[in-house]
């Protein structure tokens, strides 16, 4: 029998679910994509509707024991339909979709993640489901070849190892979806029965999906509303155009009057696509960019006396028991750091302690 105390040294919580069961209400007859990328899911949904004559009828399935599962990976930007179409897929065969929590998959315990992983694919079999890796790269990264490698790559390499087992294994439909294909590793290639790029919608793709934001009779648009100009202007993703009609919509709801009366604009729709596309560039800031707002390096180490000169990376003349003076405050300020996060966790498990003795 299970204890909160066991619990929380495995480091397991009570209600903790590693896939979400999703009824599929959305179709493809709803998703708008380019005419390449939904070409390429009509040949997906093709051979899905063909595995039973294949492997049935044909008797390739006889021939051919193993690898008998649909792998499906969806790669291409964020926003251009990866998820909504991993639920239509399952929607077309009539089955639930289990979407992966891979936060919850992984465990800080050795040989805990892969077993996790094998009870996944598990629940897909008992629930007879479509299986929905989002952000696969995450667990189907390149296994490290290091001979020296450390646990932690030791670990993920045993993880990718169950992850291509289980595949193997598996009867049914399993969707990856990447922002970062080239992360994945080399033995999930010949194990994905199609690879799916979703690119970026053209301006009459955008400007479909600016009108089915919107619904068609209750949300109030002004007449200088102009979609088609819209989608010309802004080259961005179906996820970019959702959250643009949502923010303009706030902030036409937000202006003085009466309910009755507000109407979103055109000015709103532009505002509102600025502040997404605002946003985005900030996500893209980097601590290693160039310019002034680059992080300061570390300073060098001075060269062992008798070098004669300073080690690269210090300008002649430079302070460097200054520069080391202040390496050694960030080191102490790190270390404390990690003391108090150290201990916050130490007051956590006598807590449990605590709890399980009182039980």
Partial sequence: MSSPLLDFFRGRTRGRRTVET?????TFAEVI????????LERALAQVRSHALIFGQWGLGERHTTGLGLA?????????????????????????????????VESMWAGETAKNVAAVFREAVEQDAVLFFDEADAIAARRSA?????????????????????????NGVVVFATNLA?????????????????????PAERE??????????RTPLAQDVDFRALAERYAVSGGDIKNAVLKAAAGAAAEPGPDAEKRIHQRHLIAAMEEVLAARAVMR???????????????????APGDGALAPGLPPGADVGALLQAAEQRWRATAMLALGVAGVSLL????????AAFR
Wanted: hydrophobic share 55%.
């Fill in 22 to 26: 999703v009824v599929p209400g959305r």
């Fill in 33 to 40: 994509l380019p005419a390449t990328t939904r070409a390429s």
């Fill in 72 to 104: 499906f990976n969806f790669a291409g930007p964020p926003g251009t339909g990866k998820t909504i179409c991993a639920e239509a897929i399952a929607h077309a065969l009539g089955q639930r979709l289990l979407v992966v929590n891979y936060a919850e």
């Fill in 146 to 170: 290091a001979a020296g490698a450390l646990p932690y790559q030791r670990e993920a390499n045993a993880v990718v190892n169950v992850l291509l087992r289980e595949l193997e294994a598996f």
């Fill in 182 to 202: 080239a992360n994945f590793d080399p033995a999930f290639e010949r194990r994905i029965r199609m690879h799916v790029l979703f690119e970026m919608p053209g």
């Fill in 208 to 217: 479909r999906i600016w009108h089915v934001q919107i619904h068609p009779a």
């Fill in 285 to 303: 800031q980097s601590l290693l960019a160039d310019g002034a707002s680059a992080a300061p390096a570390l300073p060098a180490l001075p060269a």
């Fill in 348 to 355: 956590a498990a006598i807590a449990a302690l605590a709890a």
